[in-house]
């Protein structure tokens, strides 16, 4: 079955950094588009993110457009996402996710890992 484990998350503060991972296995990673999604409670998915297959071109929404980084490695079925200049309105659950925005039916998400931004 498709699996996704996310691991990075933590309490950071505000304009602080934090380095998300993915591990993904059980379908062909390097042929499909990756996408982050965040979840707050009370609030629904967000859509954060998106990488092409082979990393050539990534997507981000107006929320963390210069903050954030998408990248991925083929090699190790890991996607990343790098978090600078955190603010506590970024503070929710990040989970990995395939497809370009993540919130498709046929979209697999991880179960998470929580980022909180906090002095």
């Known amino acids: 079955e498709v699996q996704l484990v996310e691991s990075g998350g933590g309490l950071v503060q505000p304009g602080g950094s934090l380095r998300l991972s993915c591990l993904a296995s059980g379908f062909t990673f390097g042929s499909t588009v990756m996408s982050w999604v965040r979840r707050v409670p009370g609030k629904g998915p967000e859509w954060v993110s998106a990488i092409s297959s082979g990393g050539g071109m990534t997507y981000y929404a107006d929320s963390v457009k210069g903050r954030f980084t998408i990248s991925r490695d083929n090699a190790k079925n890991t996607l990343f996402l790098q978090m600078n200049s955190l603010k506590p309105e970024d503070s929710a659950v990040y989970s990995c996710?395939?497809?370009?925005?993540?919130?498709?039916?046929?979209?697999?998400w991880g179960q998470g890992t929580q980022v909180t931004v906090s002095s």
């Open positions: 996710a395939t497809g370009r925005t993540g919130l498709g039916d046929d979209d697999h």
